[in-house]
């Protein structure tokens, strides 16, 4: 999830970084976080999404694990960044503006773990991600911030910095996020299945598979790079993908893995995942009150996750 702040006024767009690690805040008392009940634990549990989404307009694959992690939802996101602005209006006069995040493009979390899985972004991105600046239609160049390196400074350190600094989030389970982070099914025997089946339709294409390792590439594809080269190629291996259903195959078992380290940590999670509910309903209230630091209102028909 990428953060923009813009200087109104003078149009300047300030990046302030890519939330994509999980914060971690410098305070040294840990959060309280709700002790559940057995029968709140199981509530939650005979409600949870156990199976993959999928969103193929915009590439998405929403699977059980994306409803915990507060530090990836866009509305949080939101949230530190309207502070930031408050912080730099009210010490420096600037007037930051941020952008909501139900107006962010979805196809910025288009699921790319084994290359692009639909048409549409395979013809636009190849095999590059969506959100990483390449592809058929790149976004406009941010334009030059126009204040001066000490005001961008002390905005950097005593907005920025000290707001992210006092971030105290409760962790998850370490087994917990390193299943959900890796995603890796490589040895299970059901997914090397699948990938042997779209090796063999790629080879069939007159194609050579990624000879790392790298599910879903080819030894002549790049995630760096768009051309309509690397567009054309892509597009095959969608075919193949559909052709053996790898995508949905895939997804199940990482959603399969998921669900079972959910269930082992039952507790632990949704204790942090309750505390978390909490703290996005007090980061929704401070955006409803604090509307002028946002350039325009939600956009109807798009989503904060």
């Not at 008392?29 to 409600?47: G, Y």
């Not at 790149?138 to 002390?154: A, L, Q, T």
Request: aromatic share 10%; net charge negative; with cysteine.
């Amino acid at each position: 999830m990428k953060r923009f702040l813009i200087l109104a006024g003078t149009v300047a767009l300030v990046i302030c970084g890519v939330l994509g690690f999980r914060w971690k805040g410098n305070s040294s008392a840990s959060p309280i976080v709700p002790q559940l009940s057995k029968v709140e634990i199981e509530s939650r549990l005979a409600s949870l999404q156990r199976h993959p989404l999928y969103d193929p307009v915009n590439g998405r694959v929403i699977f059980p694990a994306d409803d915990f992690f507060i530090q990836d939802n866009p509305v949080y996101g939101a949230y530190i960044e309207a502070q930031i602005a408050v912080c730099a209006r009210k010490k420096f006069g600037a007037d930051l503006k941020v952008e909501y995040p139900r107006n962010r493009p979805l196809i910025d979390s288009a699921w790319n773990n084994y290359g692009p899985w639909t048409y549409e972004i395979a013809k636009e991105f190849g095999f590059t991600h969506p959100n990483s600046g390449e592809g058929r239609i790149r976004p406009p160049d941010p334009p030059i911030m126009s204040y001066s390196e000490e005001v961008r400074h002390r905005i950097d350190v005593e907005c920025d910095e000290s707001i992210y600094e006092s971030i105290n989030l409760p962790g998850y389970p370490a087994e917990f996020i390193e299943v959900v982070s890796s995603g890796d099914v490589s040895k299970d025997p059901r997914a090397i299945e699948v990938n042997e089946e779209l090796s063999v339709c790629i080879r069939e294409k007159g194609l050579s598979p990624s000879s790392h390792g790298n599910w879903g590439l080819l030894d002549n594809s790049t995630v760096k790079t768009y051309n309509d080269e690397q567009a054309e190629l892509a597009v095959q291996v969608v075919e193949c993908k559909e052709k053996v259903n790898f995508t949905q195959r895939i997804a199940e078992l990482q959603a399969e893995q998921q669900v079972r380290i959910i269930e082992k940590y039952a507790p632990e999670i949704f204790a942090v995942k309750a505390y978390e509910e909490d703290l996005m309903r007090r980061a929704e209230e401070y955006i409803r009150d604090h509307q002028s630091i946002f350039i325009s209102p939600p956009q109807r028909g798009s989503t904060t996750s």
